[in-house]
Nanobody, 119 residues
Framework: VQLVESGGGLVQAGGSLRLSCAAS????????MGWYRQAPGKQRELVAT????????NYADAVKGRFTISRDNAKNTMYLQMNSLKPEDTAVYYC?????????????WGQGTQVTVSS
């Protein structure tokens, strides 16, 4: 499975961005997907996850009520709608997909997309 993120950029505090993660390859094997982020000098942290059917999502406390994760399996694409952005949301955002293929579990990552929120 290959993942490509897009949609990052520079936005003022209070603004919105929508990130996309396009999956290709053995997409039928994908189970859960998620978004992570890594700010300069900090460890990568979980932002949100979503189940295979999109019926269940979980969010980090820092983004609850502001971010919404979704996926369109027909398009093999996952999204992260980010509203009311804060400077502390500035980070590289990574897409992740996990699943089983040929009897083995895998975890795939995208290359990341930069989100910068100015105050």
């Amino acid at each position: 499975v290959q993942l490509v993120e897009s949609g990052g950029g520079l936005v003022q505090a209070g603004g919105s961005l929508r990130l996309s993660c396009a999956a290709s390859g053995s997409t039928f094997s994908i189970n859960a997907m998620g978004w992570y982020r890594q700010a300069p000098g900090k460890q990568r942290e979980l932002v949100a996850t979503i189940t295979s059917g999109g019926g269940s999502a979980n969010y980090a406390d820092a983004v609850k009520g502001r971010f919404t994760i979704s996926r369109d399996n027909a398009k093999n694409t996952m999204y992260l709608q980010m509203n009311s952005l804060k400077p502390e949301d500035t980070a590289v955002y990574y897409c992740n997909a996990g699943g089983h293929y040929l009897g083995s579990y895998y975890s795939a990552w995208g290359q990341g997309t930069q989100v910068t929120v100015s105050s």
